[in-house]
């Protein structure tokens, strides 16, 4: 007699969150995000530092991070939620996000407060844009019932 595998309801949740990722990522520009991060983060930066590439990885997983969420949410978006709205269901982790990303820039390039108020604007921006997105993507792929 065969031993059945039994997989729980968080297990397959799961399992199908995964699935669902890895078909948003294919749908993300890396390259695009990395010019992005370039544009806002470093574009008066000369010479790539220890510190500068760091936070160049650094944002892009935030970015690919907001992107996801974006994604998630878009289900919201598709049964006729106005983006705003959705946006704010998820606000509590968009600002994480935010201050995380701040804090290694205060953490990394010795900050004073003049200059951490202006990466919390770039941060802000960067990481709306990424959200909006992901959730511009996943909006399309439920409208093509491709979720």
Sequence with gaps: ?????????????KE???KYQRS????????????????RFFAHEMEETVSQLYL??????????AFLLGAEF????????????????CAGE????????VAQ??????????QTAVYKEVATGFIYEWWRQGFDEGRKRHQLKLH
């Design 94 to 101: 968009i600002n994480i996000q935010i201050d995380q990303t």
């Design 16 to 18: 199908k969150q995964w």
């Design 56 to 65: 160049q990885d650094f944002c892009l997983d935030v970015g690919i991070d």
């Design 24 to 39: 948003m990522l294919r749908t993300l520009s890396i390259n695009d995000m990395k010019k992005d991060v370039q544009r």
């Design 1 to 13: 007699m065969g031993m059945n595998v039994i997989f729980t309801l968080g297990e397959k949740r």
């Design 74 to 89: 878009a289900r919201f978006g598709y049964y006729g939620e106005p983006e705003f709205t959705v946006m704010r269901r």
């Design 105 to 114: 820039f205060v953490a990394w390039l010795k900050l004073d407060d003049a």
